[in-house]
């Protein structure tokens, strides 16, 4: 597609439930971040993949959240045992590899977010 | 690891008149700093950004300047219209060539108004 793309836009779920959560970054793009947004303040970093493994998972907040991205494109952020402190906007966004994005100026694209409220 | 401060957290700007945000960081290794503009219910998207190699840099209306010394970068928007209206986010990240490791850490956001 021409962008990041991130289903669902929207996804209520009932404390105690497990969600998924589905980022289609943008063709070629192999770096993939997801971030957190609460209300009124910035993306908070959570995981970043490079190609399948992952790079940098220091933001995981706790064990009920993991992420993978199996085929080195589509990656899949998972929490378990949602609870309201969850609820958020989850982003998604892909570059192209640091040398690239040097070489060729580019920046990380977000997609439109996924809001997750946990009730 | 990495702290970034912002501010104004709101600020509110006669259109015509210019707006400069200001943001601070705390690691010395960090050499990429984006901005961002995100209206509301949409995506963050990059405005401009500035890599440690230079202290500043402009498109059209937008400039940012970076201190390294004092750690801090500015973002300066000129001849305000009221399309600017938005929250800007500051980040900072460490960039290493063929490493990754490009993390951003953002600042905590300025609502910026621009009164017609």
């Known amino acids: 597609g021409a962008g990041v793309s991130q289903t669902p836009s929207n996804k209520v779920t009932e404390k105690g439930k497990y969600v998924e959560l589905r980022c289609d970054p943008i063709?070629?793009?192999?770096?993939l971040y997801w971030y957190r947004q609460s209300l009124g303040q910035g993306p908070e970093f959570l995981i970043y993949f490079q190609g399948t493994g992952a790079a940098d998972d220091s933001g995981l907040p706790n064990d009920r959240f993991f992420a993978v991205r199996p085929e080195g494109s589509v990656s899949t952020l998972k929490i378990q045992r949602t609870e309201r402190g969850d609820s958020a906007v989850y982003l998604c966004?892909?570059?192209?590899?640091?040398?690239?994005?040097?070489?060729?100026?580019?920046?990380?694209?977000f997609g439109q977010g996924t809001r997750l409220t946990v009730v | 690891g990495e702290n970034v401060e912002q501010h104004p957290s709101t600020l509110s700007v006669q259109e015509g008149d210019s707006a400069v945000i200001k943001c601070t960081y705390s690691?010395?290794?960090?050499?990429?700093f984006p901005w961002y503009k995100q209206e509301l219910g949409k995506r963050p998207q990059l405005i401009i950004d500035i890599r440690s190699n230079v202290g500043e840099k402009k498109d059209q209306r937008i400039a940012v300047t970076l201190n390294k010394t004092a750690k801090h970068f500015s973002l300066h928007i000129t001849e305000t219209q009221p399309e600017d209206s938005a929250v800007y986010f500051c980040a900072a990240s460490t960039d290493l060539i063929g490493f990754g490791n490009e993390k951003l850490t953002f600042g905590t956001g300025t609502r910026l108004t621009i009164i017609p």
């Open positions: 966004a892909s570059s192209l590899t640091p040398l690239d994005r040097i070489l060729m100026n580019t920046e990380a694209f």
């Open positions: 063709s070629g793009h192999t770096a």
């Open positions: 690691d010395s290794a960090s050499n990429y």
